[in-house]
C-alpha cells in the first residue's frame, strides 16, 4: 500500500512540474511576442507617403469610395511600410464629376491654394516623400501646390506619382522640381485610374518600387 503511494505522489509530482514547466513556457513565448509587437509598433518610417485623392464619380472608373491615387498610395505604402497622410480640402469637392471638373477649372484660372485639413507636425522626421496627385487640366491640383508650399522639402528625396486618362504625368514632374529646386526629385510613375485599382497597377507599381531601389 505505502509502495502504491508513493507512486502516486510521485506521478502527481512530475506531472505538477511538467504542468509548471509548460505554463513557464507558454508565458516567456506570449512575453516575447508581445516585445515583437511592442517593438514592431515602436519602429518608425523615414518614409511619408503623401496623396492627394477624389472619392465620389470619376471619369472612366464610375462612383468610387477610394480614389485612383489613393489605391496607388496603398500599394506604396504597404510595400514599403511606411507611414502616410491624405490631404484633404476643408472645403470638400462634389461627389459629381462635372461639379467639380468645373471647381478645378476655377481654381486653376484663380492660382488657387484650397485650404488642407490637418498638418503633418513632424514633417522633419522624414527623408523620403512620395507625393501622390490625379491630374487635373493638364496640372497638379491646386491642393497639391499648396501643400508643396507649406514645407521644407530641401534636402528630401521627393518621389511623385500620378493617375491620370491620357495625359500621363502632363508634365507635372518637371513642375514639382521647379517647385523643389533642393530637393532630390526621383523618376515618377504615372498610371491611368482604371489600370490603378487592378492588380497588374499594383504589380507595375511594386516593380516601379524595386527599379528605385527599394
Same mark, same amino acid.
Given at each position: 500500500?505505502?509502495?502504491?503511494?508513493?507512486?502516486?505522489?510521485?506521478?502527481?509530482?512530475?506531472?505538477?512540474?511538467?504542468?509548471?514547466?509548460?505554463?513557464?513556457?507558454?508565458?516567456?513565448?506570449?512575453?516575447?511576442?508581445?516585445d515583437v509587437l511592442e517593438e514592431t509598433e515602436n519602429v518608425k518610417s523615414n518614409i511619408l507617403v503623401v496623396y492627394f485623392s477624389r472619392t465620389?464619380?470619376?471619369?472612366?472608373?464610375?462612383?468610387?469610395?477610394?480614389?485612383?491615387?489613393?489605391?496607388?498610395?496603398?500599394?506604396? %505604402?504597404?510595400?514599403?511600410?511606411?507611414?502616410?497622410? &491624405? !490631404?484633404?480640402?476643408?472645403?470638400?469637392?462634389? *461627389? /459629381? =464629376?462635372? $461639379?467639380?471638373?468645373?471647381?478645378?477649372? %476655377?481654381?486653376?484660372?484663380?492660382?488657387?491654394?484650397? &485650404? !488642407?485639413?490637418?498638418?503633418?507636425?513632424?514633417? *522633419? /522626421? =522624414?527623408? $523620403?516623400?512620395?507625393?501622390?496627385?490625379?491630374?487635373?487640366?493638364?496640372?497638379?491640383?491646386?491642393?497639391?501646390?499648396?501643400?508643396?508650399?507649406?514645407?521644407?522639402?530641401?534636402?528630401? $528625396?521627393?518621389?511623385?506619382?500620378?493617375?491620370?486618362e491620357g495625359s500621363g504625368n502632363a508634365g507635372t514632374y518637371e513642375t514639382i522640381k521647379s517647385k523643389l529646386p533642393k530637393a532630390n526629385i526621383?523618376?515618377?510613375?504615372?498610371?491611368?485610374?482604371?489600370?490603378?485599382?487592378?492588380?497588374?497597377?499594383?504589380?507595375?507599381?511594386?516593380?516601379?518600387?524595386?527599379?528605385?531601389?527599394?
Amino acid at each position: 500500500m505505502k509502495k502504491g503511494l508513493t507512486l502516486l505522489v510521485l506521478l502527481i509530482s512530475l506531472f505538477g512540474i511538467t504542468a509548471c514547466e509548460k505554463n513557464i513556457e507558454k508565458a516567456e513565448s506570449e512575453s516575447k511576442a508581445q516585445d515583437v509587437l511592442e517593438e514592431t509598433e515602436n519602429v518608425k518610417s523615414n518614409i511619408l507617403v503623401v496623396y492627394f485623392s477624389r472619392t465620389g464619380a470619376n471619369y472612366n472608373v464610375g462612383n468610387i469610395e477610394i480614389g485612383n491615387s489613393a489605391m496607388m498610395a496603398s500599394y506604396i %505604402k504597404d510595400y514599403l511600410k511606411a507611414d502616410s497622410f &491624405e !490631404i484633404v480640402p476643408v472645403k470638400k469637392y462634389s *461627389d /459629381d =464629376y462635372e $461639379t467639380t471638373t468645373a471647381e478645378a477649372q %476655377k481654381e486653376k484660372e484663380e492660382k488657387a491654394r484650397p &485650404e !488642407i485639413k490637418d498638418k503633418i507636425e513632424n514633417f *522633419d /522626421d =522624414y527623408d $523620403t516623400i512620395f507625393i501622390g496627385y490625379p491630374i487635373w487640366w493638364g496640372d497638379l491640383p491646386m491642393i497639391v501646390y499648396n501643400f508643396l508650399e507649406s514645407y521644407n522639402f530641401n534636402g528630401k $528625396t521627393v518621389v511623385p506619382f500620378n493617375t491620370h486618362e491620357g495625359s500621363g504625368n502632363a508634365g507635372t514632374y518637371e513642375t514639382i522640381k521647379s517647385k523643389l529646386p533642393k530637393a532630390n526629385i526621383k523618376d515618377g510613375l504615372a498610371l491611368q485610374g482604371v489600370v490603378a485599382r487592378t492588380e497588374s497597377g499594383k504589380n507595375e507599381t511594386i516593380n516601379w518600387l524595386k527599379k528605385l531601389g527599394y
